[in-house]
Each structure stands twice: as C-alpha cells, then as structure tokens.
C-alpha cells in the first residue's frame, strides 16, 4: 500500500521534515485548546463567621457601668428610737418575705453575703441601712425592710412592724425612693398593690416595681410580663434577676436619677420619657 499523499512523511527530504513538524505542532495547539482553562477562585469569608462589631458603636450605645467603691452595713432598728440619724440620700426596698429581696441587693451592690439571704421566710426582722459609695460617684444609704405576708411573728409584733414601716415611710426626710419587688411569676399581690396605694400617701415620693426572677419566664414571656405588671401597678417596673444580673444597671439608672445624681461619667440627669415602663429583658 502506498503512503497517505495527505500525510507528509519524515524520510521525504528537507520539505517533508518541516511539513511534519508543521503539522506537530498544530496537532498540539489542538489539544492544548480543548484542556479546561484554569479557574481563579476567590477567596470566600468562612461560613460561619460573624461580623465583626465596631467597638466604638458597643461602648457609645452600653449603659455606663456602677462599681460600687464600698458597702457596709452601718445599723439594724427595731424601733423607731434605734433608727441612725438622717445623713446620706435613702433608697428602700420592700417586698414579700419570698421574693428575692437580699438577693437583688448583694446583686445590686456587687457583694455576696452582704444582705443576708435565707430559704425562711421573714428572717429580716428590722431595717437594715447598708452605707454605699460609687466609684466616681455619689454616696448613698440603700434600706433593707422587713419582709411581709410569710412572717411567723405575734399578731402584737406584727402590728409594731408595721407601726415602724410606716413611720419610716411616711416621715424619713432623707428617704428618696422606695423600690417594691414583685415575683415574675405570681406577679402582683394584695399586699404588693396595698403597699404601692400606701407609699402613694407620701406627696413626691418616687415609687418603683422591680419585678424578680425574671430568667425564671421564657424569653418571649417577658416583656409582656413586664407591660402587664407596670399596668396593674401603675408605677414604673424594671425587670431584674439576681441570678443574671440582668437589670443592675437599668435600675442604677433610674435611682441614681431621682437622688439627683447622674451616673458617674454623666453629665446630665437621666430619666427621660420617666412616664414609660422599664421593660429590659435578657434579650435587651
């Protein structure tokens, strides 16, 4: 058989050895043009990655932060004669014997142990005045009152409790606030709402709800919880859990600004829209 005519062949002298070549060489620009052409990737962010937060933005928006500089307690009255003399500004906290009352103080005060804590009910049996000073700030006395409704006391102590409460509450010139705790969960009782239209008695005094152990509800339960007590009430309410912390400075915010002190840091008084409920939740 004779060789192909179209193929030139290599032995065919100079003229075939160039045409062979020739034909190499496109044979290998042919295959070299249906290889994939090479991709470039860019490089992507991690799938799980969160975005980074401005610094700047966190700390202009967070509420300042109270350290307390020192806490003590100064003095424990049974009787309207043992009260300490009236020196720094008053804040009272009242509420059942079962609602966390010693817990949200040592919370609020940064301090374990502080407001002594017990699992019976109407262990406190007096007023106790705790003497406070903030870093930066003002120095305060924060007021620890009996507990009432679980109380195993005589019918004639009790009513010698209440005389006491209500001398304190109606006539301490230094007294500047009142914060009534209530439970998250069973909410405002008889003797909550009674105390609330008592303090009412007392022209200016400023009166506000702490509603405790608010972790204790489901997130999506709580500023409902938190809307529906502040109506029953009518005062403002600041939801707060000693467990978390959650409403230390919210609640800071609001005492300090009715003793007339600013946050320390602050150049002016806070309290603005003081007409609308505190509703901070742990989503907040």
């Not at 991709?39 to 980074?52: E, I, L, S």
């Not at 142990?113 to 106790?128: F, K």
């Not at 120095?139 to 620890?144: G, P």
């Amino acid at each position: 058989m004779g060789a192909d005519p179209k193929t030139p062949s290599p032995r065919s002298g100079t003229q075939g050895v160039s045409g062979w070549r020739l034909l190499a060489a496109l044979r290998s620009v042919a295959k070299a043009c249906h290889k994939p052409a090479m991709t470039v990737r860019r490089p992507q962010p991690p799938q799980h990655a969160k975005p980074t937060k401005n610094p700047a933005v966190k700390s202009a928006s967070a509420a300042p932060v109270v350290k307390i500089a020192s806490a003590e307690f100064v003095a424990g009255a049974q009787a309207r004669e043992h009260l300490p003399t009236e020196q720094r500004p008053e804040i009272a906290f009242a509420g059942r014997s079962n609602v966390g009352k010693s817990s949200l103080l040592n919370m609020m005060l940064a301090r374990k142990g502080l407001a002594r804590t017990s699992s019976t009910p109407g262990c406190t049996r007096q007023i106790n005045f705790f003497d406070v000073s903030l870093v930066g700030g003002p120095a305060l006395t924060l007021v620890d009152l009996p507990g009432y409704g679980f109380a195993r006391v005589s019918k004639v102590e009790s009513k010698e409790w209440k005389r006491l409460l209500e001398t304190y509450l109606l006539t301490r010139q230094t007294l500047q606030a009142v914060v009534v705790l209530v439970d998250a969960r069973r909410g405002p009782e008889p003797d909550d709402a009674e105390l609330v239209a008592f303090l009412g008695r007392r022209q200016g005094l400023p009166v506000f709800v702490a509603v405790t152990k608010l972790d204790k509800l489901s997130l999506s339960a709580q500023k409902p919880r938190l809307m529906q007590i502040a109506r029953e009430c009518g005062v403002r309410v600041i939801g707060t859990s000693a467990e978390t912390g959650l409403g230390r400075e919210a609640l800071w915010r609001q005492l300090l600004n009715v003793t007339t002190h600013a946050l320390p840091g602050e150049s002016t008084v806070l309290g603005e829209g003081a007409s609308e409920p505190v509703t901070e939740t742990a989503s907040s």
